[in-house]
Structure formats: C-alpha cells, structure tokens
C-alpha cells in the first residue's frame, strides 16, 4: 500500500490545473449506457473512481477505452446485472440502475453498502424510480426493478436532510427514455446534475430546468451517441485554494468555474483570506491573520460535504473558536481524531465540530479514512513542523488526479512511497 510522506512548511506558490470532475464523470459514463452508439468524454480526470467504472460499464458488455483524458464508450450490447463484487466497490456505481432501466426496462444492480461517511441509503432513487413506473424489489442483496412501461410522472426527491445528487442523477437518466413527461420536484441542484443533463441533451434528451429544483425531462423513444467535456471539479479547486491559505502561499487555478464556489470563497473571505477572479483563473492568497468562521454543510448552493473536512483543517490553524456543523452525512468527521496527532484541538459535540484553532501542528503517522478528510490530513502535513505521514493514500486517487505531482509543481515537499 503507498503512503505520502510530505515534509511540512512550505508555502504553495504558482498555478495548478484542475482537473474534470469526478463527481460528474460517474454518472456521464453511466450515461453512456442509454445507447448503442459511441459516446466520447473529454477532459477525463485519470482517478480510479474512473477506471472502476470503466470496469462496471464493461462488465455489462460495453467496449470501454480511457485514455489521455478521453473515454470512449459503445455500450452495443449490454446486460441489465450490475454485479455485488463490483458495485460494492465504490458508492457512486448505484448510478448505473437508472440508464440500465431506460435502456432495458429490467436492471438487477446490488445493493452499495455501507461507507464510513455514514450510512448511505438509496430509498429516494427507488422511490423515484418507481414514481415514473418501474416495479422495485430486493432481493438477495439486489435491486430489481422491472418496467414494461417507463411512463413518466411527478417525482418527489426531497429526503431527510436535502435532496439527492445521485437520486436526481438516477431518475433523470431513467425518465429520458420514458413515454411522456417526468417533473422531478426537490431535485438536486448540483453542477454535476447539470453536467449531466447537459449531456443526455447533446445525446437527444428533452431536459429542461437542471440546475434549479423542478426538471422536466419529456421521454424520447431513443438516443444517440455524443461527445462531452466534463466540467471542472469543484471540490479539487476548493482543496487546492484551502492548501494555499493554509501554507501562507499564493495559488492560482487554472480552468476552474469560480460561479461554482461561491459558497467556498464567500467563507474563505470571511476568514480573510485574499481570492482574484479572472475568466477561469482564480488566485487564492492569504493576507494577514485569519479569523474563525463558522461553517455549516448543505446541499448546493451552501457550503459542499465534500470540503468540511479540508475547511476544518484551516480553521485548526485559525486562532480562536470555530464551529463546523455536518448536515449532510452523520459520520463525516473520521478525519477529527487523526488531525488530533497532528496537535489540532477539535471536540465533537452532536453533528458540529468545535475547533479550537491556533495550536501548532507537528507531523505524525496518520491514517486516511475517506477521500476528502485524506485531502484535509495532506493540508494538515503541508503546514504541520516535520514529516507526516498519510497511510492509505488509496482513498486520495480515487478523487484527485496525481495530487502528489500537483503539489510538487507548487513547491511542496511530497513524495509517494511504498508503506513500510
Ligand atoms: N439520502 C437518503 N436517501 C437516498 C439518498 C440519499 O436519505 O436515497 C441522504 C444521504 O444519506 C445523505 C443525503 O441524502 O444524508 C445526501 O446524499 P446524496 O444522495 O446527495 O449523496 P450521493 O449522491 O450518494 C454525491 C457525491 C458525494 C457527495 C454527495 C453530497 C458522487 C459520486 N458522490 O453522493 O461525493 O458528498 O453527493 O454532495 O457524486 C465525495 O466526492 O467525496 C463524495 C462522497
């Protein structure tokens, strides 16, 4: 297994390029599984995420190549079984169910599991699902859903804490090939969910409203093969604008969407850290002193998941009190207690994180749990006095393109190395 060994203290400064984003790849390939005609993705991060989806496609029969940032599908033939030993792997499979639907009508996929962020359930894509006609049961582990007929209708996808990014992933790509027309009410508004409908249209799709909380998709009888480029991940941006406040450097991210960060930058500013935006570039810099903010996850627009942890990390930094609330998933906070053998003072009270902020950080030995508190224990080694070391930096390459090398470009001290 590799570890990264960083040696901490070392300002970032220069410019990194941000990578297409993962949460938008995934279901886009899944996508590609509604036609028999050749589909082509641009501006494919190489993650394993990627790869292993790859996997999931071409074991349903597809001819998959990825290369140099390119994905090339034909899903000519496929079968409707997404198997236990595959799907199990990686959460984000569970968004083969709704192309497999549309296309076939019959999809058998397994049930994902469980995840260490917390329990991960798929109620409102079956829900969903079942709202535009499928017939839904488990069995043995398995989702089967069977629909003579897709005929469209009112969805409602608003769950306990939000909507669903994945749920609203699944029922778009089940209802384009439905008779009649699907409202999906409460829907995500993530740009991923937009990337993806911005796909199915360029593949003949009738979607309107992606992006906001009500889409209509108008069923079409079938689709066609097309080309995408997926849009740049947010999340990576975030992570490399926080590694730059947090080292006291000066970063600028090139091909980023800044008007997908708003949330990001608005707290970033509030802690007073110094952002520039220019078309698709944005410079990050620390200014003077940080302050404590409070941070609290939503869904989109509001503050993502997917950086609480890496916000947590600059706050453990910032002198003074902070709070950081998870509304999003239960256990997200697995990267608390490794931060501590770094020096951080965060306690847990309930879904908040109380950080006091200010102590310094010493490197140590530390574990990755999941991807993004992997990314919040590599800033923590970027500003933490010696060496730390991030075991399992597995969960890292699932969701960032060759990090390490993106951080050596910006003079950090990191290598990849073999666990002893
Ligand atoms: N939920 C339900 N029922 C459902 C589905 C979700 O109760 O049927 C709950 C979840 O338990 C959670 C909340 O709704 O509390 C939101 O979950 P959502 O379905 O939106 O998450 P997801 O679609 O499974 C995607 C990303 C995650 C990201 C979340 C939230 C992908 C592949 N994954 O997951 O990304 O955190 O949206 O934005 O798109 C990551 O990249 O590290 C990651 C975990």
Redesign the pocket.
Known sequence: MESLLIKGGVPLHGEVTISGA??AV??IMAATLLTSEPCVIRRAPDLSDVTFMGQILTSLGAQVSIAGGTIRVQAAKIKEVGDYELVRKM??S??ILGPLLGRLRRACVSLPGGCI??????????KGLAQIGAKITIEAGYVRARAPRLTGGEVFLG?????????T?NVMMGAVLAEGVTIIESA?C?P?VVDLADFLTAMGARISGAGSPTITITGVKELHGAEHEVLPDR?EAATYAIAAAATKGEVTLLGCRPDHLHAVLDKLHDAGVKTERRGTALTVRRGGRLKPVDVTTL??AGF???VQAQMTVLMALTPGISVITER???SRFMHVSELARLGADIAIEGPSAIVRGGKPLSGAPVMAS???ASAALVIAGLVAKGTTQVKRIYHLDR?YERIDEKLRKLGARVERVEEP
Do not use: Q, S
């Open positions: 993962k949460n995934l279901p959460r984000g569970i968004c962020i917390g329990p991960r359930p798929i109620d409102l894509h079956l769950g306990r804490v939000g909507p669903t990014v994945l749920g992933a995500a993530e991923e999340i869904p989109y993502p998941t997917d999003i998933f239960e999941d991807l993004r969701g």
